[in-house]
T-cell receptor, first 112, second 113 residues
Framework: EDQVTQSPEALRLQEGESSSLNCSYT??????LFWYRQDPGKGPEFLFT???AGEEKEKERLKATLTKKESFLHITAPKPEDSATYLC?????????????FGKGTKLTVNP | DTGVSQDPRHKITKRGQNVTFRCDPI?????LYWYRQTLGQGPEFLTY????????KSRLLSDRFSAERPKGSFSTLEIQRTEQGDSAMYLC???????????FGPGTRLTVL
């Protein structure tokens, strides 16, 4: 069964203090790994899609990387507005399933 | 705004009542998905449509749940005889032909009393 584990569950940073969030996965043939940001009471907002090991994507203070077993979301010099829950999801290639399998998320708090 | 829209945003109902939610996907997106999210958890897949055909259903989708997408555009999710365990955020997502990225709507928050 496809599985996604995110760590830590919660992370508290000071503004400007860089860190990384981890997403470990087991999947029957990876079709894609997705990162989303979710603010309280809102739907997930798409950040990145990664397809193969070694791939990297960047957007402002965020950088996502992918290996065969895990993905990292690096946050450089975060600001308070980066506070949110970050969700990782995988889509399996085998069997043609369209569903995303999500982790529980990492709740990030950035203090000014 | 051309994103995914959902209606209503909030619904409070009594146990045993039926509820229906609507999702309007991004224009020209042929694939539509429903997920359910409870507090502290990631979204869980419920069902998937390609155009008007319902191609995939989760075991989570009990007999009390039904979803339709009659003309391949908007979709509805109905829950019959609601139970307190149905209280959750119901999320809709859509995607098009050239990408696998699913874009989510704002969700419908259901509270069953």
């Amino acid at each position: 069964e496809d599985q996604v584990t995110q760590s830590p569950e919660a992370l508290r940073l000071q503004e400007g203090e860089s860190s990384s969030l981890n997403c470990s996965y087991t999947v029957s043939g990876l079709r894609g790994l997705f990162w989303y940001r979710q603010d309280p009471g809102k739907g997930p907002e798409f950040l990145f899609t990664l397809y193969s090991a070694g791939e990297e994507k960047e957007k402002e203070r965020l950088k996502a990387t992918l290996t065969k077993k895990e993905s990292f979301l690096h946050i450089t010099a975060p600001k308070p507005e980066d506070s949110a829950t970050y969700l990782c999801a995988v889509q399996a290639g085998q069997g043609g399933s369209e569903k995303l399998v999500f982790g529980k998320g990492t709740k990030l708090t950035v203090n000014p | 705004d051309t994103g995914v829209s959902q209606d209503p945003r909030h619904k409070i109902t009594k146990r045993g009542q039926n509820v229906t939610f609507r999702c309007d996907p991004i224009s020209e997106h042929n694939r539509l998905y429903w997920y359910r999210q409870t507090l502290g958890q990631g979204p869980e897949f419920l069902t998937y449509f390609q155009n008007e055909a319902q191609l995939e259903k989760s075991r989570l989708l009990s007999d009390r749940f039904s979803a339709e997408r009659p003309k391949g555009s908007f979709s509805t999710l109905e829950i019959q005889r609601t139970e307190q365990g149905d209280s959750a955020m119901y999320l809709c997502a859509s995607t098009g032909w050239v990408t696998d990225t699913q874009y989510f709507g704002p969700g419908t928050r259901l509270t069953v009393l």
